[in-house]
């Protein structure tokens, strides 16, 4: 593959995840040489990929690039089929709702919705984050063929998992927050995405019925997508 493209990607999401960033910063991440990565900047900027920010030393992301992603959520199948589930499912439970798509070894949040009053701090949307433990990344080590067992699940866990649909983590632990995570197939019965619901456990409180609801949201969406 083309070397300039895969560095002229990878300093286009240095700089979505950052926001802003320099050029001296990028060079020092990515490791390239400066005049290629000033050449890099020079060709994005000029196609409003980016930006020039106020202080002439930091970059961020063009409207060109902006337009791109609007681009891909007007006219995504998953992301269409998901918001209004995603919607009622928010306001019905009154926890935020995240869709994210599993990428190698992370994690892409491509959309949100959320009550009216959160409660819990979560993941922006196109935040990208590594896999860590939670029921997303327990979706991915049983659906995917990812390499890093993060989880340690056992075999009953791995097949509850796969037979049920559903994942769920912190609900038995003693920290306040939990997550439960449901995965979305399209018509080709591929792994689409994945559901989850972020919360804070409440003393007392039986969260299965909570667990059956993202999971029928996320066969909604599912059977949106042509999954049988």
Do not use: W
């Not at 998953?78 to 994690?107: F, R, T, W």
């Not at 995965?183 to 792994?191: D, H, S």
């Amino acid at each position: 593959m083309n070397r300039t493209v895969l560095r002229t990607v990878e300093i286009l999401e240095l700089i979505s995840k950052h926001g802003e960033i320099s050029l001296a910063d990028l060079v020092k991440i990515t490791g390239y040489p400066k005049t290629s990565v000033y050449d890099i900047l020079h060709a994005l900027e000029e196609r409003a990929m980016i930006y020039r920010c106020t202080d002439k030393v930091c970059y961020g992301i063009g409207f060109r690039a902006y337009a791109i992603g609007r681009s891909y959520s007007k006219n995504s199948d998953l992301l269409s089929n998901s918001y209004q589930c995603m919607k009622a499912l928010a306001e019905d439970i009154g926890k935020s709702v995240l869709l994210g798509k599993i990428d190698g070894d992370k994690i892409l949040y491509i959309a949100k919705c959320e009550p009216k009053h959160p409660v819990v701090m979560t993941p922006s949307i196109g935040d990208e984050e590594p896999i860590k433990n939670t029921a997303f990344a327990k979706i991915a080590e049983v659906l995917t063929h990812h390499e890093k067992k993060i989880c340690q699940l056992t075999k009953e866990e791995k097949n509850r998992i796969r037979t049920e649909k559903l994942a769920s983590c912190g609900l038995d632990g003693p920290g306040p927050f939990y997550n439960i995570a449901s995965p979305i197939y399209n018509f080709e019965t591929r792994l689409s995405g994945v559901i989850g619901v972020f919360g804070v456990k409440e003393v007392g409180v039986d969260y299965s019925e909570e667990q059956k609801k993202v999971r029928e949201c996320a066969g909604k969406i599912s059977e949106r997508l042509g999954f049988i």
